[in-house]
């Protein structure tokens, strides 16, 4: 449909007003298209034709409003690095409105009722890497948040100096956090936490909209699901960087990126945000932070559950994280009926080895996707040969095991260990071409963000080992 055609709807209004806080976006100065998501807006239902419109611009920069539009910032809590912030809320996020089930969000476009002492906006920097790595992270099949768009302009922000401002259009099934529920338990607004309760429920798990212990069920869904995510980020070797109640969906979808990374070598201790002092949030540490998380969100739903009761669901998170792990592990090894019993041992052993050497996690698993036998491309990947031929005789004798042909095998696991990764060096040379006005880069990036299992030729220089220069650099909250 054309933009003029585009009807908005506001679910969320209907919440009690301490939910949220209508406000107006704040236009960028001179904004421009940097790149626009076809795919979305076909799921979205508008014509990609609309995409390179003047109006379509505006539309991302807060001055066209499509008819419903009633626009507004979401209130939440949460515990950040730990401690508990009683108050926080979409402090540079408005949403304009949902349409087929999709929630759409203006990052950037100026300060709310919740922006503290921040101006609401992003810069282009930030902007480009959510962009790409919430297309990237759709790409590998990981539940993610994306984007419709995003803007350039010649607006000024501060950060530690003058860059240039921007606005992502992003887009989501929900925007509901831990740190909502836990605003709400924390002033004892229990009635208001039961209606986010039914709201939440009704958007992301309509299947338990009748069940007689819906809130019970609630939780159990939103514990299998986060575990799910935990074992897709470790597996795919994803690090989000500041993993606070605030920044963690019911649905169990990525949000809010920041300071993420994936890895370069592997390291299990590996820290991406130089906020993080104690490495509460390094890569190894995610599937706790995980289970930390899910126990403040259930203090926060305990008015209306019995603790105890929410106390069992949780102690399943390790088995349902553990499995799922294993799992996803299995297919990376293109191993056939994956047991814990059976392979766990072969999997810490794998995991040591590559973080003794210093292996490149995505480079050694792509290239262990065409292994026949022949070890010398695996050999070339380290400096010393016996701790990978060690490894190596282990993995030969499981694969005996498979019923599946070496060339079946390959199939599976080139469809399981993508090729390609956005590693941070990459999005860091894309970002500097972009702020000179050159966003050809950002195309390219974004091409391989949706299909990182394919080849893509012309895009080799990305396809290899991280030059030691660029490995594992830290990044602030504002990156």
């Known amino acids: 449909m054309k933009l003029n055609a585009l009807k908005l709807t506001n ?15 704040s236009p960028l100065v001179k904004p421009h298209l940097i790149h626009a998501n076809e795919s979305l807006a ?28 009633d626009s507004f910032a979401m209130c939440y809590a949460g515990h950040q690095f730990g401690h508990f912030v009683p108050r926080l809320g979409d402090g ?4 304009i409105g949902t349409v087929n089930g999709l929630h759409m969000q203006l990052k950037g476009a100026g300060e709310t009722k919740y922006s503290r002492s921040g101006d609401g906006r992003a810069v282009l920097r930030s902007s480009i890497r959510e962009y790409l790595m919430s297309e990237a992270m ?47 338990a924390h002033k004892k607004k229990y ?11 009704a958007e992301s798990y309509p299947h338990l909209m009748d069940e007689p212990n819906k809130y019970l069920h609630f ?15 470790q597996a795919v070797g994803f690090q989000h960087g500041v993993m606070n109640t605030d920044n963690m969906s019911i649905h169990g979808l990525t949000i809010d990126y920041g300071p993420y990374a994936f890895l370069d070598d592997y390291d299990f201790e590996n820290i991406c945000n130089h906020t993080d002092q104690n490495g509460r949030y390094s890569f190894g540490n995610q599937p706790n932070i995980g289970q930390w998380n899910l126990q403040a969100f ?46 766990l041992a072969l999997f810490k052993h ?34 010393y040969h016996t701790p990978m031929n060690d490894w190596l005789d282990s993995y030969d004798k499981r694969l005996k095991e498979n019923s599946i042909s070496t060339e079946e095998r390959h199939t599976h696991m080139l469809q399981t260990n993508p090729k390609y990764v956005l590693k941070n060096y990459m999005l860091q040379e894309v970002i500097e071409a972009a702020e000179e006005g050159d966003y050809t880069g950002v195309d390219d990036l974004f091409k391989i963000a949706q299909n990182p299992y394919a080849e893509h030729p012309e895009f080799e220089k990305w396809a290899g080992v991280t030059p030691d220069v660029f490995k594992n650099e830290k990044l602030s909250c504002s990156s």
């Open 92 to 95: 540079r996020a408005i949403n």
């Open 350 to 383: 794998l995991l040591g080895m590559l973080q003794g050497l210093t292996i490149d996690y995505t480079v050694f698993f792509r290239t262990l996707s065409r292994y026949d036998g022949d070890r010398t491309a695996l050999l070339k990947l380290g400096l």
């Open 11 to 25: 679910p969320y209004l209907e919440l009690p007003s301490e939910c949220y806080h209508r406000t107006v976006a």
């Open 138 to 184: 759709y790409g590998l099949g990981i539940e993610t948040t994306r984007a419709l768009a995003i803007i350039g302009s010649e607006h000024k922000v501060y950060r530690e100096q003058w860059e240039k401002g921007s606005i992502v259009l992003r887009v989501s099934p929900s925007w509901v956090r831990f740190g909502t529920f836990e605003y709400f």
């Open 219 to 233: 939780f159990t869904e939103v514990v299998g699901k986060t575990a799910i995510l935990m074992a897709q980020w």
């Open 298 to 343: 259930m203090v926060a739903l305990s008015p209306l559950v019995p603790m105890e009761k929410l106390e069992k669901v949780l102690e399943h998170y390790p088995r349902l994280y553990t499995q799922r792990y294993l799992y996803l592990m299995g297919k990376k090894l293109g191993l056939e009926n994956v047991t814990q019993e059976k392979d």
């Open 42 to 69: 076909k799921v979205l239902d508008i014509d990609v034709s609309e995409l390179h419109t003047e109006n379509f611009v505006k539309f991302v920069n807060g001055e066209y409003a499509p008819k419903g539009t």
């Open 191 to 201: 009635a208001q936490l039961e209606a986010l309760a039914d709201y939440a429920i």
